[in-house]
């Protein structure tokens, strides 16, 4: 830092341009220097010389005369009486520099000639301005003359070469560095590059610029040199740096995405090779350094990531349409700087139009599946239960055939038949079969209820409607059964006014609550079953005609087990396997056990064999049944006096006395064991027994013989 003397700070002569300008105090100007004024303050200078002056003169020194010459003042440094050294530097590329007082007013100008000229009078190492330069450049610095010669260096450079001043100023630079590349910069004027100078005591990369005069002749040379290591870990970084630029390159290839990278002001920087296609609608090279934001509001496309991510400093994701239609999942990713300023934003776009279509495609297809998926669900589960169904007779073939039929339709059914026949087998079967098969299937015995309780029961209740009611009131079984069946199981002992709200529930589909006026329409299918002959009701008075009609849309008669023998083996041997699985145990039934189901006359049906076949079971000793275990459990006796054979098909009557007439007597003896016994059961004598026993007998015998020697 140095002062600048008093006597060298020069007036500042301006001229006002606020007011009328006056010729005469032109031309009294004597300094080379006219500053313009406005409003109180500089804002241009013109130098003057005897030329400009003519001009002036010519154009009678109007305003705009002066504006025409006038120079800015914005690049003219402003200095205090003391200067710094980094000023000085200022100071030497402009004419002059203005001084300021101590409150920061324009006080006088000083040239750059007095400056300098002051600089070099003062005898002070700390302005050695080229010592200063030299000293504050890191790279070794050496000046060359005609000569060849080294003038000047810097400490740096004679620490890269290994040497003292002493022994390099004003020596010839040859003996340093290569004299060859010397004369060729002073024989050519042009400057050579990364030149690699490698001794015993140095190696450095070195640089030869000439210095040219106002001629354009080389009057010496500047020798710029870099220590080696210094170089090899700058090359190294650059290497470090180009193979991650590869690396990100090689990443930015090989992603799907298509990405982008924005600056903070939302200006595209980079992007990768992946584009997505008829998108842009334009060459992304052209968008580099320009704003991206302006796209959206051109409706290019539409939300900007990059102006939400400005907006809301996050990540985002957004789904982005097109103009021609197309859809674009863009995610946008800010990066911030260490002062958590936003620095970068990356978008990684995907072009989901065709994933967009397949998905919904794909919904499609997962609802075509799910409903064959629920088609073949329903499929099995009526196959499920038809496995259940166990019959092969014609009569029960007959009657679900007819099921299967009325099964789509929502149509009344009453099932008749004795009791234990499997009415609610049937039922069942119905809604199985049919479309309301996912809706609810409820039974009401009507009756096992008390009458005070049915219509409760049936028909639900409001809130407070009775004593002892629930507070909530109830939902009744035709409401719960709402859109599936109710089976009325019983439907002869059904009281009389039960009867006249039913009869209503059927002609109009819709219930009211016991203790409520507000009616609500179901939609429920009635299934009645009754082994009860209704009409013979009706004809008592029993039953309501109208309503015995209502129910008997469609019919169906289920005969009992003793006109169907065929099936009783069936069942027999099916209740018989699901207790063995039950219990682990191997029970089976003998031929002539099977014989004697089938010729007992069930007056207890299906139900009656179900009970029979498990009570076998509990109390077999052995795993074989035989005929003679089984009949101690049939009531013979009863059957004696009710009991009725059964034919099946038409055959020559004599052939069905013979065929009944062995049945009973095999069955007798296997049963009583003695011709006595067995006589007497039967009631015919004695020798009638053991007569055609014998037969029998004699008969099988030649039978067997004869397959024996075929």
């Given at each position: 830092m140095f002062s600048v003397a008093n006597e060298k700070v020069k007036p500042i002569v301006s001229v006002i341009m606020d007011a009328e300008i006056s010729k005469p105090t032109i031309n009294k100007l004597k300094e080379p220097f006219i500053f313009l004024e406005k409003q109180n303050q500089l804002f241009a200078y013109i130098a003057v010389n005897s030329q400009l002056l003519e001009r002036l003169e010519k154009e009678n020194f109007a305003k705009e005369a002066l504006l025409k010459y006038a120079k800015p003042i914005e690049s003219i440094c402003h200095l205090s009486q003391n200067i710094s050294l980094p000023v000085l530097f200022q100071i030497i590329g402009e004419p002059f520099a203005i001084i300021r007082d101590e409150e920061g007013n324009p006080s006088g100008y000083i040239r750059r000639e007095d400056v300098?000229?002051?600089?070099?009078?003062?005898?002070?190492?700390?302005v050695d301005l080229l010592k200063i330069l030299l000293t504050s450049i890191p790279m070794g610095i050496f000046v060359l003359d005609k000569e060849k010669r080294i003038i000047n260096c810097n400490e740096a450079g004679l620490k890269m070469i290994r040497s003292t001043a002493e022994k390099v100023?004003?020596?010839?630079?040859?003996?340093?560095?290569?004299?060859?590349?010397?004369?060729?910069?002073?024989?050519?004027?042009?400057?050579?590059?990364?030149?690699?100078?490698?001794?015993?005591?140095?190696?450095?990369?070195?640089?030869?610029?000439?210095?040219?005069?106002?001629?354009?002749?080389?009057?010496?040379?500047?020798?710029?040199?870099?220590?080696?290591?210094?170089?090899e870990e700058m090359a190294m970084e650059i290497e470090n740096i180009k193979d991650l630029n590869k690396d990100l390159n090689a990443i930015l290839s090989s992603i799907y995405d298509e990405i982008l990278v924005v600056n903070a002001k939302g200006e595209l920087i980079r992007y990768s090779d992946n584009i997505i296609q008829d998108f842009w609608k334009m060459d992304l090279k052209e968008l580099i350094g320009k704003n991206?934001?302006?796209?959206?509001?051109?409706?290019?496309?539409?939300?900007?990531?990059?102006?939400?991510?400005?907006?809301?400093?996050?990540?985002?994701?957004?789904?982005?349409?097109?103009?021609?239609?197309?859809?674009?999942?863009a995610v946008g990713n800010p990066v911030f700087n260490e002062k958590n300023e936003l620095d970068r934003i990356i978008i990684a776009s995907r072009d989901i139009t065709e994933t967009t279509r397949l998905k919904s495609e794909l919904q499609e297809m997962r609802k075509i599946s799910e409903q064959y998926k629920k088609e073949l669900d329903d499929f099995k589960s009526k196959d499920r239960f038809l496995k259940k169904l166990i019959y092969c007779s014609p009569k029960m073939e007959k009657i679900m055939n007819q099921v299967?039929?009325?099964?789509?339709?929502?149509?009344?059914?009453?099932?008749?038949?004795?009791?234990?026949?499997?009415?609610?087998?049937?039922?069942?079967?119905?809604?199985?079969?049919?479309?309301?098969?996912?809706?609810?299937?409820?039974?009401?015995?009507?009756?096992?209820?008390?009458?005070?309780?049915?219509?409760?029961?049936?028909?639900?209740?409001?809130?407070?409607?009775?004593?002892?009611?629930?507070?909530?009131?109830?939902?009744?079984?035709?409401?719960?059964?709402?859109?599936?069946?109710?089976?009325?199981?019983?439907?002869?002992?059904?009281?009389?006014?039960?009867?006249?709200?039913?009869?209503?529930?059927?002609?109009?589909?819709?219930?009211?609550?016991?203790?409520?006026?507000?009616?609500?329409?179901?939609?429920?299918?009635?299934?009645?079953?009754?082994?009860?002959?209704?009409?013979?009701?009706?004809?008592?008075?029993?039953?309501?005609?109208?309503?015995?009609?209502?129910?008997?849309?469609?019919?169906?008669?289920?005969?009992?087990l003793r006109e169907r023998t065929e099936d009783i083996s069936l069942l027999a041997f099916h209740f018989l396997q699901q207790l063995n699985e039950k219990y682990d145990r191997n029970y089976h039934l003998t031929p002539d056990a099977v014989n004697v189901l089938e010729f007992y006359s069930w007056p207890g049906n299906v139900r009656e064999l179900q009970n029979i076949i498990e009570r076998l079971v509990v109390t077999a000793d052995h795993s074989a049944i035989d005929a003679e275990f089984v009949s101690q459990f049939l009531s013979l006796g009863y059957e004696h006096k009710k009991m009725k054979p059964v034919i099946t098909r038409v055959i020559p009557l004599q052939d069905a006395i013979d065929h009944v007439e062995e049945q009973l007597i095999l069955m007798a003896m296997n049963q009583y064991k003695t011709t006595t016994k067995a006589a007497k059961a039967l009631g015919i004598s004695q020798s009638s027994v053991s007569r055609k026993y014998q037969k029998i007998i004699t008969e099988k015998n030649m039978k067997l013989e004869n397959r024996s020697t075929t």
């Open positions: 300098l000229a002051e600089l070099f009078k003062q005898e002070n190492k700390s100023l004003n020596f010839p630079a040859g003996n340093i560095f290569s004299g060859q590349r010397i004369e060729k910069v002073f024989a050519t004027g042009k400057t050579l590059l990364n030149n690699l100078e490698i001794t015993n005591e140095m190696g450095v990369l070195v640089d030869y610029s000439p210095i040219l005069n106002y001629n354009s002749e080389v009057d010496g040379i500047i020798i710029v040199a870099q220590d080696l290591p210094m170089v991206i934001l302006k796209l959206e509001d051109q409706g290019l496309f539409t939300p900007s990531v990059t102006r939400l991510v400005l907006e809301k400093r996050k990540k985002v994701s957004v789904v982005q349409e097109t103009r021609s239609g197309r859809k674009i999942l299967k039929k009325i099964a789509d339709f929502s149509s009344t059914v009453l099932l008749h038949g004795e009791s234990g026949v499997g009415k609610e087998v049937i039922a069942q079967a119905i809604h199985q079969l049919g479309k309301r098969s996912h809706k609810p299937f409820l039974k009401l015995n009507c009756g096992a209820i008390p009458e005070n309780l049915l219509e409760s029961e049936l028909f639900g209740y409001a809130k407070g409607a009775f004593t002892g009611a629930d507070k909530n009131g109830k939902i009744g079984y035709f409401k719960q059964a709402d859109g599936g069946i109710l089976f009325l199981d019983e439907i002869g002992e059904l009281p009389s006014h039960l009867q006249v709200k039913l009869l209503r529930v059927l002609q109009e589909q819709e219930v009211i609550p016991v203790g409520s006026t507000t009616a609500f329409r179901i939609n429920v299918q009635i299934i009645a079953a009754t082994n009860k002959r209704l009409e013979k009701m009706v004809e008592e008075g029993k039953f309501r005609e109208d309503l015995y009609y209502r129910l008997h849309v469609i019919p169906i008669h289920i005969p009992p």
